[in-house]
């Protein structure tokens, strides 16, 4: 069976960081890439880092780029996304995916074929 189980998520101050982890298992870790994924309140689940299965390559849109780092530890299949420097708006639900996306691809969320149920981060003002 396979599983994503994200946590870490919590309430921080604008400006705090936080750091997520997401145990997998069930499937072969190394040959998957990552992403996470962030929903906010009434808006589309849209993607904030994604890891390459093959080079490490990460992907990051400009709004989290310099503050959000993806990384792995294949030792223990687990994902991570640092997030620093957190403003409000970056509330929402958290979810990692493990997919096989197309390189042009890497933050939509059809390109992901397991997901995980998602950890809350809620950044107060």
């Known amino acids: 069976e396979v599983q994503l189980q994200a946590s870490g998520g919590g309430l921080v101050q604008a400006g705090g960081s936080l750091r997520l982890s997401c145990a997998a298992s069930?499937?072969?870790?190394?040959?998957?890439?990552k992403a996470w994924f962030r929903q906010a309140p009434g808006k589309e689940r849209e993607g904030v880092a994604s890891?390459?299965?093959?080079?490490?390559?990460?992907y990051y849109p400009l709004s989290v780029k310099g503050r959000f780092t993806i990384s792995v530890d294949s030792a223990t299949s687990t994902v991570y996304l640092q997030m620093n420097s957190l403003k409000p708006e970056e509330t929402g639900v958290y979810y990692c995916?493990?997919?096989?996306?197309?390189?042009?691809?890497?933050?939509?969320?059809?390109?992901?074929?397991?997901w995980g149920r998602g950890t809350l981060v809620t950044v107060s003002s």
């Open positions: 995916a493990a997919g096989h996306p197309h390189e042009d691809r890497m933050r939509e969320e059809n390109e992901y074929n397991y």
């Open positions: 069930g499937f072969t870790f190394d040959d998957f890439a």
């Open positions: 890891i390459d299965s093959i080079d490490g390559s990460t």
